[in-house]
């Protein structure tokens, strides 16, 4: 389990994977699929339920699913502002809901089209909580420690950024990153943090999870990871 998602690209559009997780990783690269290919364990049998389908592949940095308990869940939104909040669930619910269909992409190569998006603008809730002006980025925290990403302020303004609660038409099933989840259309897939727990307010953006393991920090759809 060495490189980002065991996938290389080898030359333009062409994908191999490394050897290390025989065929299990040749398919699904370091998402819980690979877990499959080998004698069961309780993390298989756990995850079990989830088995990708509509062209999606499930990845998770630890193999498992951060639990989500509607009465208790709280997203954190704070850092450098002046308004800071905590949702509950339910809070998220009600702030005023947007719907778009855009296309996932991760860069090892798969896309999904299409995907019906329902959930809060990340603009809308950033006006909420008024960014300071020293405000030049947003952290996003997954509740699957050490997960986390972030996007500069223009980034995240962008009109079809959102928290998407809901996917295709119900609400984000678990392996997808429930109950909320980030969407950047126009950025690689692993900019789209799953099972969020927090955004903080930040000077500057930092360093993601892919990132540190090689992935470039401009993820734009075509235009970065060696994608001409
Ligand atoms: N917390 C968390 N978020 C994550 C990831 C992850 O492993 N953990 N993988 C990212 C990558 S690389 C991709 S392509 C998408 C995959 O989304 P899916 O698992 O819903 O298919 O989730 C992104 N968000
Ligand atoms: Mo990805």
Known sequence: MSA????????RGVFLATVAGGIGSLAFGKSVWSHFSGAVSPIASTLAPFLPKGGWRIYTVTGSIPPFDRSTWRLDVGGLVDHPMTLSYDELRALPRV???????????????????????????????????????MQFLSAETPYIDYLSLPEARLHDVMLAYEMNGEPLRPEHGAPVRLVIPDMYGYKNVKWLKGINLVHEAGIGYWEALGYDRDAWVGRSNGYT
């Not at 980002?4 to 030359?11: A, T, Y």
Request: glycine letters at 10%.
């Open 4 to 11: 980002p998602h065991e996938e290389k690209r080898i030359g």
């Open 99 to 137: 719907n778009q269909i855009s296309t996932f992409h991760c860069v090892t190569g798969w896309t999904v089209k299409n995907v019906h998006w329902g959930g809060v603008r990340l603009s809308d809730l950033m006006d909420r909580v008024a960014p300071t002006s020293y405000a030049g980025a």
